[in-house]
T-cell receptor, first 111, second 113 residues
Framework: QKEVEQDPGPLSVPEGAIVSLNCTYS??????FMWYRQYSRKGPELLMY????GNKEDGRFTAQVDKSSKYISLFIRDSQPSDSATYLC???????????FGSGTRLSIRP | KAGVTQTPRYLIKTRGQQVTLSCSPI?????VSWYQQTPGQGLQFLFE???????NKGNFPGRFSGRQFSNSRSEMNVSTLELGDSALYLC????????????FGPGTRLLVL
């Protein structure tokens, strides 16, 4: 079993829809939770990070962490075609430990 | 501010050869991490260097090695290349903690024949 599980998709939604992306994990020691976006032929780009549990909002993006269920989510409101990319979740135990990535979910926003 | 740069961008090698990839971090960043990305395994952590010292290491064989120089530039080396080493190798830099801020370069695409 992988430490971090992420549905690879692809996920296709119409423009303006709310998108929900999720990851589950098995290691309860994870404390840092991150979401990255990767466009085709580009390196990943950090969207948000959360320490421990709770919610964090940044513009159209909201990250949620539920440590009791070992489940994290990224919500995208008012989705745009420019949001079409692969979204990767990532986690680590501490600020000095290695980062484990999910396999990524490919998202397509239809105009 | 210039972003993370990686050279070369593309590389073709044959089995058994060795390869050295280079990464120049963003100015002022002291942490450099290396990752391997493949369609089958996704993005996997290789190692992280901070102030010229390896701070973390992933689960890769000893054929994969790296180093960091005093100006924070980093190199990774793969010896005795195997077909399975074909991948996109990504370098990322951060001021201190990769968890809070980490900027990726465009990657070096390595093909092993």
């Amino acid at each position: 079993q992988k430490e971090v599980e992420q549905d690879p998709g692809p996920l296709s939604v119409p423009e303006g829809a709310i998108v929900s992306l999720n990851c589950t994990y098995s290691n309860s020691a994870f404390q840092y939770f991150m979401w990255y976006r990767q466009y085709s032929r580009k390196g990943p780009e950090l969207l948000m990070y959360t320490y421990s549990s709770g919610n964090k909002e940044d513009g159209r993006f909201t990250a949620q962490v539920d440590k009791s269920s070992k489940y994290i989510s990224l919500f995208i409101r008012d989705s745009q075609p420019s949001d079409s990319a692969t979204y990767l979740c990532a986690m680590s135990h501490s600020s000095a430990s290695k980062i484990i990535f999910g396999s990524g979910t490919r998202l397509s926003i239809r105009p | 501010k210039a972003g993370v740069t990686q050279t070369p961008r593309y590389l073709i090698k044959t089995r058994g050869q060795q390869v050295t990839l280079s990464c120049s971090p963003i100015s002022g960043h002291r942490s450099v991490s290396w990752y391997q990305q493949t369609p089958g395994q996704g993005l996997q952590f290789l190692f992280e260097y901070f102030s010229e010292t390896q701070r973390n290491k992933g689960n890769f064989p000893g054929r994969f090695s790296g180093r960091q120089f005093s100006n924070s530039r980093s190199e990774m080396n793969v010896s005795t290349l195997e077909l399975g080493d074909s991948a996109l190798y990504l370098c990322a830099s951060s001021v201190d903690s990769p968890q809070e801020t980490q900027y990726f370069g465009p990657g070096t695409r390595l093909l092993v024949l």
